[in-house]
């Protein structure tokens, strides 16, 4: 190159034209040694599947699945299982797969290369996914395609399987638990009420009612018993005075100013009580008790007009107050019992109020009681009905995983014996070659041409000496000096091209080895 010199495009195409061959013989030598390399390699043939995510056909609405986790993950899973040791070594014993790796290296480094040759791509909008498999036979290619998709149908149905039944066992066991914590609560609420019966909050009216009535009766048999007991005072004055003068008792005697006859007594008592209480009162049925016994005491005692006329007045009299007297004592004894009776009444009566007191007393305690064990025991079964109905739930889909009517994976589009190789590119890899060829030939008439320093034309020579030039004289060389020159040239020229050669055909070889094993 020329210091200060304005090349022209007539200058670049002189010196492309000196140098065509420096950029003519990289590019052949590359050409030819990327062809003769990639005729030689091996060819590689890819198969491929196309696997449909098949939703479940049964509405999530009306049966939700117990598989919740995204298709993405389910597909990781399922891959690390199918490209595991035990799934690939049987595959590549019954394709006989690898013969001459399998005799030098061990199986792990044979299973770790179908592993990089194993392609599945991540789902397309959670659709579709591919899975492919390269091989120097393009019949196995496809039947190790087909036996990879059965696996990834088969794993997905499994996996599904497996994850409903697992959770169907696992809710059945809490299920379990929970039944049993809610019957041992059962049984100590019921335990509480057997206990506490009577004393129980949802019993607190019944109670004050019971009091209540009770309070009533009482104060009805303290009336019914001041009664008796008036009654019983009139009798024991009346059967006092017949004691002490018979005779005067009983010629004085009137009718209006004797003793009250006690079936009167006892009507009348019967109707007051009848007024004032239910017929179902146990003071009026006492009544009607004691008006009927004196009805039959009446009826069967004999008439007066029954005894002889005979007797005398004074033994009449005599028989009179003798019968009033013993009447008398009669219905004194009867009064005696029912006063206990009452009285026996009233203290069992007060009892009953004092018992039904306590009991109203402790219902505070025994409903803040009742309140924690009731509060635990809805709290058991709430938690047990929730998951009664995810069991029920459960057991659903597990029955649609049975059954296949889940989520599957479909074959959409099968594996085929593919017609063309897959690699080498061999085009491509020409195509690169015969640039890096051109390329290098590029560079090194670049760097000869900066390296030249020689006028070749007459405006160089202007250009470079700045003074007019009077002749031009070609250049004078002897036979031998000819000779040298072109020695030197070719010697030059084929050393140049032999390294250039050398260079291309390794970087060649190293590129396809390098694109067969990784593929």
């Given at each position: 190159m020329i210091p200060g010199h304005k090349y022209t495009p007539q200058d670049v195409?002189?010196?492309?034209?000196?140098?065509?061959?420096?950029?003519?013989?990289?590019?052949?030598?590359?050409?030819?040694?990327?062809?003769?390399?990639?005729?030689s390699?091996?060819?590689?043939?890819?198969?491929?599947?196309?696997?449909?995510?098949?939703?479940?056909?049964?509405?999530?609405?009306?049966?939700?699945?117990?598989?919740?986790?995204?298709?993405?993950?389910?597909?990781?899973?399922?891959?690390?299982?199918?490209?595991?040791?035990?799934?690939?070594?049987?595959?590549?014993?019954?394709?006989?797969?690898?013969?001459?790796?399998?005799?030098?290296?061990?199986?792990?480094?044979?299973?770790a290369r179908m592993r990089t040759e194993?392609?599945?791509?991540?789902?397309?909008?959670?659709?579709?996914?591919?899975?492919?498999?390269?091989?120097?036979?393009?019949?196995?290619?496809?039947?190790?395609?087909?036996?990879?998709?059965?696996?990834?149908?088969?794993?997905?149905?499994?996996?599904?399987?497996?994850?409903?039944?697992?959770?169907?066992?696992?809710?059945?066991?809490?299920l379990e638990d929970a039944k049993l914590r809610l019957i041992d609560r059962e049984k100590k609420l019921e335990e509480y009420r057997r206990r506490y019966i009577g004393e129980l909050p949802s019993q607190l009216q019944s109670n004050l009612q019971v009091i209540q009535t009770t309070q009533i009766q009482l104060q009805s048999l303290s009336e019914s018993l001041n009664r008796d007991r008036d009654r019983r005072l009139v009798l024991e004055r009346g059967l006092a005075d017949m004691r002490a003068d018979p005779a005067t008792a009983a010629a004085t005697a009137d009718p209006s100013d004797r003793t009250p006859d006690p079936l009167d007594a006892a009507?009348?008592?019967?109707?007051?009580?009848?007024?004032?209480?239910?017929?179902?009162?146990?003071?009026?049925?006492?009544?009607?008790?004691?008006?009927?016994?004196?009805?039959?005491?009446?009826?069967?005692?004999?008439?007066?007009?029954?005894?002889?006329?005979?007797?005398?007045?004074?033994?009449?009299?005599?028989?009179?107050?003798?019968?009033?007297?013993?009447?008398?004592?009669?219905?004194i004894d009867k009064l005696d019992r029912?006063?206990?009776?009452?009285?026996?009444?009233?203290?069992?009566?007060?009892?009953?109020?004092?018992?039904?007191?306590?009991?109203?007393?402790?219902?505070?305690?025994?409903?803040?009681?009742?309140?924690?064990?009731?509060?635990?025991?809805?709290?058991l079964k709430k938690g047990y009905e929730s998951l009664l109905a995810k069991k029920e739930d459960s057991n659903i889909a597990a029955n649609?995983?049975?059954?296949?009517?889940?989520?599957?994976?479909?074959?959409?589009?099968?594996?085929?014996?593919?017609?063309?190789?897959?690699?080498?590119?061999?085009l491509q890899l020409n195509l690169t070659a015969i640039g890096i060829?051109?390329?290098?030939?590029?560079?090194?008439?670049a760097l000869l041409e900066y390296r030249d320093t020689s006028l070749r034309t007459e405006s160089q020579l202007l250009e470079a000496l700045k003074i007019p030039v009077l002749a031009v004289l070609p250049v004078m060389e002897s036979i031998d000096e000819k000779r040298r020159r072109m020695l030197r040239l070719a010697f030059t020229f084929t050393g140049g091209f032999l390294l250039i050669a050398t260079a291309a055909v390794g970087a060649a070889w190293r590129l396809g080895r390098s694109e067969c094993s990784f593929r």
């Open positions: 195409l002189d010196a492309v034209n000196r140098r065509k061959w420096l950029l003519i013989c990289p590019v052949l030598v590359f050409g030819i040694a990327a062809f003769l390399i990639t005729r390699l091996p060819n590689l043939y890819q198969s491929e599947t196309t696997i449909l995510v098949v939703p479940q056909r049964v509405p999530e609405s009306y049966i939700r699945s117990t598989v919740t986790n995204r298709i993405e993950d389910r597909l990781r899973s399922i891959r690390e299982q199918v490209l595991s040791r035990s799934m690939l070594e049987p595959i590549i014993l019954e394709f006989d797969l690898y013969p001459e790796q399998r005799k030098q290296v061990p199986m792990e480094d044979v299973v194993v392609d599945v791509d991540p789902p397309v909008k959670d659709d579709t996914f591919k899975i492919s498999y390269v091989s120097g036979d393009p019949v196995v290619a496809m039947k190790v395609v087909a036996r990879l998709a059965s696996m990834f149908i088969d794993g997905n149905v499994r996996d599904r399987r497996v994850v409903a039944e697992g959770t169907n066992q696992f809710l059945e066991s809490q009507r009348t008592e019967l109707a007051t009580l009848g007024r004032r209480l239910l017929p179902t009162h146990p003071d009026v049925i006492a009544a009607k008790r004691r008006v009927a016994q004196l009805e039959a005491e009446r009826v069967a005692m004999p008439k007066a007009s029954d005894a002889p006329a005979s007797a005398a007045a004074p033994q009449v009299a005599d028989n009179v107050v003798v019968r009033r007297m013993r009447e008398t004592q009669t219905e029912q006063i206990a009776g009452k009285e026996a009444d009233s203290v069992r009566l007060r009892g009953t109020i004092a018992e039904y007191q306590r009991r109203v007393e402790t219902a505070p305690t025994r409903e803040s009681e009742m309140a924690e064990l009731t509060r635990d025991y809805e709290t649609l995983e049975k059954q296949q009517v889940g989520e599957q994976f479909k074959v959409l589009d099968p594996a085929r014996v593919p017609e063309r190789p897959f690699s080498p590119k061999r060829g051109l390329m290098l030939g590029m560079a090194v008439s």
